[in-house]
């Protein structure tokens, strides 16, 4: 049985669905994520789940038990606030030695379990601090530490990595891998972040206008997107409208709008109508007059590139007049030294590239 | 630079002559050892001798202070929550009736309270009807002050405390109160200062066997302006400012605690 479930949940505001009917389990020790850009209804359905706000349809089970008429108070969960919500009139200790306070935790005991979680969280130095002196990331631990020193069955995180500078949050983010592998408390996490999502998870749901898009683990959400949002919305991707023309030789043909022919894997039939995905990764950029084994090639012209470090991106415009995006890395050693404007061509395989439906 | 500096400062230096001077000459010949607030003829302690065994103003001193005590206490209960409300619910009728009283002003709200007193209430005018009358103008200030202090806080902070286990009672208790506390207390002793002072209010809620320190002193001076009435105007004036500074250091704590 899992440990959280929803069922046919839906919330409402002004006749608009902020969550329709979304249904889902998660299953005890998880680091589960809903992920999808604002107004999609993941905050919506974290604070239903934290007690919050409450449902116009369906179900929260935890443990098989509903939560409905349970207030947040009672509810075995902690969340962990965006704006980390911290109470500014209490010490660092005596802000993660809340929750024990309330649950009427022995104060001997709850001085222990507050300062091993500090521990755990590097910031025992800090315990008599106050949160306007600590900086961004330490608030962020502190949030974490009082969030977890309870023991709760489940941690609600909403966007916590959201107000931290990009160097900070790679950092954080090891550390919220470590500690939920550490304390074994399933985690529900809510971002709006690919990357994010994609590096913490152990499953990932892919929200969309209340609706839940996709739901698997990162490696099926990256490499096997289920239509246009979510190969759209999950890393960059290459997405042309396309028909399925003729089966031959265990590939099938396909009319690509703007591109003409080309081979791609698919278990749809001729005739269907949809989407032809394919990532800059997966696209070869090679000379104009180069020979290539590759069925998919097509000439065009270099258009602009970005050199972002361990990546380069490539715009090319094919003489169709689509531009198709490539990717490649630095480190490669036949990386061709192009200049914008050069003549060349675009080339992958016959097994790269998804068919979607819209 | 330096020239339109300087008179600045004597702008400034004359709007406070203005402001404080009248109140400086009050004091001073409160202590001038004369009948007549002429000339100043000697220091004497004398005025506030006979003021301590004038018992009419001994009474009136005690009403004003049973009063002020009375109204603060319960403007500041009732306010405190007109401000919690205000802030948590996003009304937008309640802050125009919490706050009208303030801005009204105080010759309506005497009459109409006198006319609800004797005509719906038929409430005989004294003690009780002049507390609720400074009660009804005295909330609004509280609620003000109170909201002031919300209103920069993160919401999140009192759902967070909820989250972690406390009820409605305990985040009270435990989060929001000691948050707004500088707020609650500015609001009291603003409070007590506004209801000490009253005068228009008072004077038409009172009746006719009920003196305040205010009605006193009016009284006394429609035959003239004895150096008595200085001397008292004085301990009030003492009072007042007390009252000020002190809310005004909570008030600092307020702008401190933000952020």
Known sequence: MALLELRHLTRR????????????????????????????GKTTILRMVAGFDLPDGGAILLDGHSLADIPPEKRPLHTVFQSYALFPHLSVADNVGFPLRMARVPAAEARRRVADMLDTVHLADKADAY????????????????????????????????????????????????????????????????PEALALSHRIAVMNAGRIEQLGTPAEIYGHPRNRFVADFIGDINLFDAEI????????????????????????????????????????????????????????????FLYVGDV???????????????????AAPARPQLAAGARVAVAWAGDAGLFLHD | MREARTGLWAAALLVYLFLYLPLAVVVVYSF???????????????????????????????????????????????????????????????????????????????????????????????????????????????????????AGMDESIFEAARDLGATPWQVFRRVTLPLILPAVIAGALMSFTLSIDDFVITFFTAGVGVSTLPL???????????PEVNAVSTLLMLLTLAMILLAARFDRTVLRGRG
């Open chain 2, 216 to 226: 006193q002193i009016y009284s006394m001076i429609k035959i003239a302006v004895t």
């Open chain 2, 32 to 150: 001038n050892d004369s009948r007549l607030n002429a000339e100043w003829v000697g220091f004497t302690w004398r005025w506030y001798r006979v003021l301590l065994a004038d018992e009419g103003m001994l009474h009136a001193a005690v009403n004003s202070i049973l009063i002020a005590l009375g109204a603060s206490l319960v403007a500041t209960v009732l306010g405190t929550m007109a401000g919690l409300a205000i802030h948590r619910y996003h009304l937008r009728v309640l802050p125009i009736l919490v706050i009208t009283p303030v801005a009204m002003p105080e010759i309506l709200l005497g009459v109409s309270l006198l006319l609800f007193f004797i005509q719906v209430l038929h409430l005989t005018l004294g003690l009780v009807s002049v507390l609720i009358a400074h009660i009804t103008f005295c909330v609004g200030f509280v609620a003000i002050v109170v909201r002031a202090r919300l």
């Open chain 1, 131 to 194: 949160p306007h002196e600590l900086s961004g990331g330490q608030k962020q631990r502190v949030a974490l530490a009082r969030g977890l020193v309870g023991k709760p069955r489940l941690l609600l995180l909403d966007e916590p990595l959201g107000a931290l500078d990009h160097k900070l949050r790679s950092a954080m983010q090891s550390e919220l891998i470590a500690l939920q592998r550490n304390v074994g408390i399933t985690f529900i996490f809510v971002t709006h972040s690919q």
């Open chain 1, 312 to 330: 380069t991106t490539y715009q090319v415009e094919l003489d169709s007049g689509v531009r198709i995006q490539a990717l490649l890395p630095n």
């Open chain 1, 245 to 304: 023309v003729e089966r031959a030789q265990g590939t099938l043909q396909f009319a690509v709008a703007g591109l003409g022919h080309i081979v791609a894997p698919t278990v749809d039939s001729p005739g269907r109508r949809g989407v032809f995905a394919i990532r800059p990764e997966q696209v070869h950029i090679i000379a104009a007059d180069a020979p290539t084994e590759l069925p998919n090639r097509f000439p065009g012209t270099l258009r602009e």
């Open chain 1, 13 to 40: 505001f002004g006749g608009i669905a902020a969550v329709d009917d979304v249904s889902l389990g998660i299953e005890a020790g998880e680091f589960f994520t809903l992920l999808g850009p604002s107004g999609c």
